[in-house]
């Protein structure tokens, strides 16, 4: 089945540390997103990825980082420097980024609460 | 002003009532417009996509553009106590590669058997 896959679909993190959230899809699409979703809130854009080795940042990028090193994959890591991370977080992708129509497909999510 | 606004709601509605969701927005120069259906604690998936002004039918959804009003909306017919979700509206301009989507935030609805 193609589709996206996010790990862990829950996670816990104690303030002042790293985590890392994965993403991979098998649907070889070329533009890879991650976006941040927080009660009455849009979905707010954190990074992008056009193509392999390269990424934008979007709307929130601070205290985030992300990398591209194989087309399947988007890993987003959520630094100390975020102040607020906890939220639901969502990966997508799309067949190119400024395609035609702009389609994303989501993964299933990963909650990370900070305690 | 935001980009697109709409409505959080939550709608709740009995069962078989006919749903009207809508978004309105102020960047006249989006032409892509979709609808995304969200399960609590799920990723959105796309439920319907438009281009520029018009209607759409899928099954029990109709998706409706109106340009000149910056306007859209999404009718659910015949409303099942599945369709309970969020419903995420969403456009796009698609003119360069780092045009973004823009996302609404989202109504809450509940149908009620």
């Known amino acids: 089945d193609g589709g996206i896959t996010q790990s862990p679909k829950y996670l816990f993190r104690k303030e002042g540390q790293n985590v890392t959230l994965s993403c991979e899809q098998n649907?070889?699409?070329?533009?890879m997103y991650w976006y941040r979703q927080d009660p009455g809130q849009g979905l707010r854009l954190i990074y992008y990825?056009?193509?392999?080795?390269?990424?934008q940042k979007g709307d929130i990028a601070e205290g985030y980082s992300v990398s591209r090193e194989k087309k399947e994959s988007f890993p987003l890591t959520v630094t100390s420097a975020q102040k607020n991370p906890t939220a639901f977080y969502l990966c997508a992708s799309s067949i190119v980024a400024g395609g035609p129509s702009g389609e994303q497909f989501f993964g299933p999510g990963t909650r990370l609460t900070v305690l | 002003q935001k980009e697109v606004e709409q409505d959080p709601g939550p709608l709740s509605v009995p069962e078989g009532a006919i749903v009207s969701l809508n978004c309105t927005y102020s960047n006249s120069a989006f032409q892509y417009f979709m609808w995304y259906r969200q399960y609590s604690r799920k990723g959105p998936e796309l439920l319907m996509y438009t281009y520029s002004s018009g209607n759409k039918e899928d099954g029990r959804f109709t998706a409706q553009v109106d340009k000149s009003s910056k306007y859209i909306s999404l009718f659910i017919r015949d409303s099942q106590p599945s369709d309970s979700a969020t419903y995420l509206c969403?456009?796009?301009?698609?003119?360069?590669?780092?045009?973004?989507?823009?996302f609404g935030p989202g109504t809450s609805l509940s149908v009620i058997p």
């Open positions: 990825s056009q193509i392999v080795n390269d990424f």
């Open positions: 649907l070889n699409h070329d533009a």
């Open positions: 969403a456009m796009y301009r698609a003119k360069t590669s780092y045009d973004k989507v823009i």
